[in-house]
């Protein structure tokens, strides 16, 4: 193992801890967020609710729910701070124990696209703010869950094809190509 290796390791599981501590207060708010004693998700406001069930959702909140709903975004944030960096270090190490230039060079690809994952989820959260004492949605919907895609797209091909990548190697070590 390398510096460099070392450095990428830290940076995940410091990354992953954030991540891991952000989403256990996240997870402990969502059994709060309800509308007309029905309970709502922010999996269902990112891809699931049309416009119009968003706009009576939000125009519906209570102020203890929005409370929440505002919290629960802010820890998002942090949330943020931890998966993308995460994500990125953990395509850096797979990249580590690729061969292929091509492999390697699409791995570093991958982790700088969680810039652009994270930009997408920080504009993401942004909306719902700002939509939250407003829920005058109207076109922005569209683009809305154009962002929310990127986000997922980007963020999910990035783990998807370093754990891959990583589960390739390891087959050819056991089979004793590499």
């Known amino acids: ?42 999996l269902g406001l990112e891809l699931f609710y049309s416009n119009e069930k968003m706009e009576n959702l939000l125009a519906s909140l209570d102020s203890r729910v929005r409370m929440i709903l505002q919290y629960h975004l802010y820890f ?38 969680q810039l652009i994952a994270w930009i997408a989820d920080i504009i993401e959260n942004y909306y719902l703010l700002v939509w939250m ?5 109207g076109s922005e919907f569209i683009w809305y869950h154009f962002i929310v895609a990127v986000k997922w797209i980007i963020a999910l091909l990035a783990v998807m094809t370093a754990v891959a990548f990583l589960l390739w190697k390891m087959i050819k070590k056991t089979n004793g190509q590499a």
């Open 76 to 113: 998002d944030f942090a949330f943020m701070a931890g998966i993308y960096p995460a994500i990125a270090a953990f395509c850096m190490m797979s990249r580590k124990n690729q061969a292929s230039q091509s492999v390697r060079k699409l791995l570093s690809a991958l982790a700088l696209l």
């Open 133 to 137: 004492p407003d829920p005058s949605i």
């Open 1 to 42: 193992m390398n510096i460099g290796y070392n450095r990428w390791k830290s940076l995940f599981l410091f990354s992953l801890g954030l991540s891991l501590g952000a989403a256990f207060c996240m997870k402990w708010m969502e059994s709060d967020l309800m509308v007309n004693n029905e309970q709502f998700t922010i």
